[in-house]
C-alpha cells in the first residue's frame, strides 16, 4: 500500500480530537436548535439523539477504516482502498462538493456576522475584501506546515466552547421546566425531517480525517478521537438545545436567525447577547480554519490519482505540505464565498455527506475483509457486520427524508464526473 512519506506525522490523540470538535461544532449549532423546535418543540432532544446513534454507528466504521488506511486523504483514501479508483474517485467528487460549498457558505455566514457587528463589512467590497483576508491569511498559515494549522485550531476550539459553556452553565439554572414538558410523542416522519437538517451539526469528522498521513499512530488515535470528539460534542449540543428551549419556550421558534443570541440575553443581558454573537463568529472562523487544514489535501489526494494536475502533489521542500493544493483550493472556495449564502447548501451537503459515509461504512466492511492492515493493530468493529448493516440502514433512512431535486443535482453531478473521468482515462491510456 502506498505511504506519504514526505509528510510529517504531527497529529496525535489531543490534536486529532480537536480537530474533529472545531470542524463539528461549527455555525450550525447557532441557527439549527429553532429549527429543530419548529418542528419537535420540546422533543427536539429526540432528533439529536437520532443523529448522535447514527454518527456512533458510522464512526465506529470511521475508526476501523482508519485504523488500516493511513494515506492522505481520509475517507476518500479508504474508499479508494477498498473498491479502486473509480469508485475512490466518486467519493472525492462527494467529499469535494460537501467540503467545499459547506465551508464557502459558513465563511459567508461568517461575514455576515461581521457584518452585524461592524456595518461596513457589509458593502460588497469590503465583504469581498474580508473573504480574501480570510482564506488567504489561513492559506498562509497551513502553507507554513501542519503544526501551526493544529495550534490554530486548538486556540479556536477553546474559544468556540467557552461562550457556548457559558450561556449553559449560565441559563440552565433559569430553565422553565413548563417549556420542557412533551405534549406528545412526535411522528417518525417528523423526526426524520429535523434529523436530515439538523445532521449538518455533526458532519464533519470527514474534514479532520483527510491529513490521515500526518497522524501518529493511527490504529490508536483516530478510534480515540473521534469516539471522545462525539462524546463531547453530542453533551454540548443536548445541553444547549435543552437550555435554549427552556428560556424561549414555544417562543424560540421564531428567532431562526440566532436563537441562542436571543436565550442568553434573557439570563445575561445584551453582554451575553453580544458573548453568544461573537461566539458565533469565532466558531465560524475555526470551521473554516479546520476545513482549510484537512479539505486541501483531498485535492492533494486527487493529484496523487491523477485525476487532477499532477501539480496538486508537489510538497514544500521547506515546509512539506502540499502549498499548491492549499493555495488552489483557498481560491476556489473563497469566490464560492463571495457569491454564496448559509442556507442555500446546507440539506444538498448533508444529502453528499451521508451518501459519502455509506461508502465508506461500505469501505470499512471491505478493508476487513481483505484484512488491509497499516501501522499498529486495526480497531476491531463490535459485532461484526451488526454496526456496518446498522449504520447502513440509518443512512438510507435519513436519506429518503431528503428531496427528489437534492437527489437529481447530486446525481447529475456524479454522472458529469464520470464522463470526466472516463474521458481523461481513456486519453491516458492512449
Given amino acids: 500500500m502506498r505511504s506519504d512519506s514526505g509528510f510529517v506525522r504531527a497529529l496525535g490523540v489531543r490534536q486529532l480530537t480537536a480537530s474533529i470538535i472545531n470542524v463539528t461544532i461549527g455555525a450550525g449549532i447557532f ?14 432532544p429526540l432528533a439529536y439523539i437520532v443523529c448522535a446513534v447514527l454518527m456512533a454507528l458510522i464512526v465506529c466504521c470511521f475508526a476501523s477504516a482508519g485504523s488500516r488506511v493511513s494515506l492522505t486523504g481520509g475517507l476518500y483514501a479508504y474508499v479508494e482502498v477498498a473498491f479502486g479508483p473509480f469508485v475512490g474517485f466518486l467519493a472525492g467528487v462527494l467529499y469535494a462538493l460537501m467540503a467545499a460549498f ?5 465563511a459567508s455566514a461568517f461575514a455576515g456576522s461581521v457584518g452585524a457587528v461592524w456595518r461596513g463589512a457589509n458593502a460588497p467590497p469590503m465583504r469581498a475584501l474580508l473573504l480574501i483576508a480570510l482564506f488567504g491569511g489561513l492559506a498562509a498559515i497551513n502553507v ?17 466552547l467557552l461562550p457556548l459553556v457559558v450561556f449553559v452553565a449560565a441559563g440552565i439554572w433559569a430553565v422553565n421546566p413548563d417549556y420542557l414538558r412533551w405534549p406528545s410523542m412526535p411522528a417518525i416522519s417528523q423526526i426524520g425531517r429535523t434529523a436530515i437538517v439538523l445532521i449538518f451539526a455533526f458532519v464533519g469528522v470527514e474534514i479532520a480525517l483527510v491529513p490521515s498521513g500526518e497522524i501518529r499512530d493511527p490504529a490508536r488515535t483516530v478510534p480515540r478521537a473521534l469516539f471522545l470528539a462525539l462524546a463531547i460534542t453530542t453533551t454540548l449540543y443536548l445541553l444547549i438545545q435543552t437550555t ?48 482549510m487544514l484537512g479539505s486541501p489535501r483531498a485535492w492533494y489526494a486527487f493529484g496523487r490519482a491523477g485525476v487532477l494536475p499532477a501539480a496538486m502533489t508537489r510538497v514544500h521542500p521547506a515546509y512539506h505540505t502540499p502549498y499548491v493544493a492549499i493555495v488552489v483550493y483557498a481560491c476556489v472556495v473563497a469566490t464560492l464565498a463571495i ?14 455527506a451521508l451518501t459519502l459515509y455509506l461508502m465508506c461504512v461500505a469501505a470499512s466492511v471491505e478493508l476487513q475483509r481483505r484484512d488491509i492492515r497499516a501501522d499498529g493493530t486495526p480497531f476491531a468493529v463490535p459485532g461484526g457486520p451488526v454496526i456496518p448493516i446498522a449504520a447502513a440502514a440509518v443512512i438510507l433512512w435519513l436519506l429518503s427524508n431528503a428531496t427528489r431535486r437534492e437527489f437529481a443535482v447530486e446525481a447529475i453531478v456524479l454522472a458529469a464526473a464520470s464522463l470526466l473521468y472516463s474521458i481523461r482515462k481513456g486519453v491516458g491510456q492512449r
Avoid at 102 to 106: L, N, Q, T, Y
Fill in 31 to 44: 441557527v439549527l436548535p429553532a429549527a429543530a423546535a419548529a418542528t419537535l418543540g420540546p422533543a427536539a
Fill in 339 to 352: 457569491s454564496s449564502s448559509f442556507t442555500q447548501l446546507a440539506v444538498l451537503a448533508n444529502v453528499a
Fill in 144 to 160: 507554513r506546515g501542519v503544526k501551526p494549522g493544529a495550534r490554530v485550531i486548538e486556540v479556536m476550539t477553546v474559544a468556540k
Fill in 244 to 291: 435554549a428551549q427552556g428560556l424561549l419556550g414555544p417562543s424560540m421558534s421564531t428567532y431562526a436567525a440566532a436563537p441562542l443570541a436571543e436565550a442568553a440575553a434573557r439570563v445575561l443581558g445584551s453582554g451575553g447577547r453580544l458573548l453568544v454573537l461573537v461566539g458565533a463568529i469565532v466558531s465560524m472562523f475555526g470551521y473554516v480554519s479546520g476545513d
Fill in 102 to 106: 459547506a465551508v464557502a457558505s459558513v
